[in-house]
């Protein structure tokens, strides 16, 4: 079974803090993801990696940063936390094209971020 | 810009069946998926089509329409569990590209 575990189910911050979301898949997936889910807007991304040490920008990057320096671990960084930065965030994996059900994405349990 | 719609909310009756309609426009297909969510849950995977045509798996089925940007799934025989969020998502490309997501039907199954 494909699992994707995200460090925290639950998280308060207050405005200003750093916070640091980390996400482990265990499929030895080259694709990694991070999502924000809100009310109304549905699932919007933030940032993507398709291999160690890549990134990409989503649709809503600002305020965010990511570091993949290990094949398993996506991590999403919020430099300076903000009240409109809370929100649940998704993880999700998945495998390269062309490889067996490299479409189906994976998802972890996601994180609930409160800023203050 | 890349535009999925999905009716943001539906009711149905335990034991009937329900259609949840998806209309897309993006630049470029390479499929199109759909995912249940639970709340307060990660979204799972129920199905996947890229071609023309109706993909049945048990309760569920999902059909596409490329020519009209248009995908519906078909969940039959409701059950209370099936009350959840149904998300719509295109992949755009062939290539490493992320899936973009509708907003997500609301599904309420009531006794």
């Known amino acids: 079974d494909v699992k994707v575990t995200q460090s925290s189910r639950y998280l308060v911050k207050r405005t200003g803090e750093k916070v640091f979301l980390e996400c482990v898949q265990d499929?030895?997936?080259?694709?990694m993801f991070w999502y924000r889910q809100d009310p109304g807007l549905g699932l919007r991304l933030i940032y993507f990696s398709y291999d160690v040490k890549m990134k990409e920008k989503g649709d809503i990057p600002e305020g965010y940063s990511v570091s993949r320096e290990k094949k398993e671990r996506f991590s999403l960084i919020l430099e300076s936390a903000s009240t409109n930065q809370t929100s649940m965030y998704l993880c999700?994996?998945?495998?390269?094209?062309?490889?067996?059900?490299?479409?189906?994405?994976?998802f972890g349990p996601g994180t609930r971020l409160t800023v203050t | 810009g890349q535009n999925i719609d999905q009716p943001t909310e539906m009711t149905a009756t335990e034991g009937a069946i329900v259609q949840i309609n998806c209309t897309y426009q993006?630049?470029?297909?390479?499929?199109l998926f759909w995912y249940q969510q639970h709340a307060g849950e990660a979204p799972t995977f129920l199905s996947y089509n890229v071609l023309d045509g109706l993909e049945e798996k048990g309760r569920f089925s999902s059909f596409l329409s490329r020519s009209k940007g248009y995908s519906y799934l078909l969940l039959k025989e409701l059950q209370m569990k099936d009350s959840a969020s149904y998300l719509c998502?295109?992949?755009?490309?062939?290539?490493?590209?992320?899936?973009?997501f509708g907003k997500g039907t609301r599904l309420s199954v009531i006794a």
């Open positions: 998502a295109v992949r755009r490309n062939s290539g490493n590209t992320p899936l973009v």
């Open positions: 993006t630049s470029g297909f390479n499929g």
């Open positions: 499929m030895d997936h080259e694709n």
């Open positions: 999700a994996s998945n495998s390269s094209p062309g490889t067996v059900k490299s479409y189906e994405q994976y």
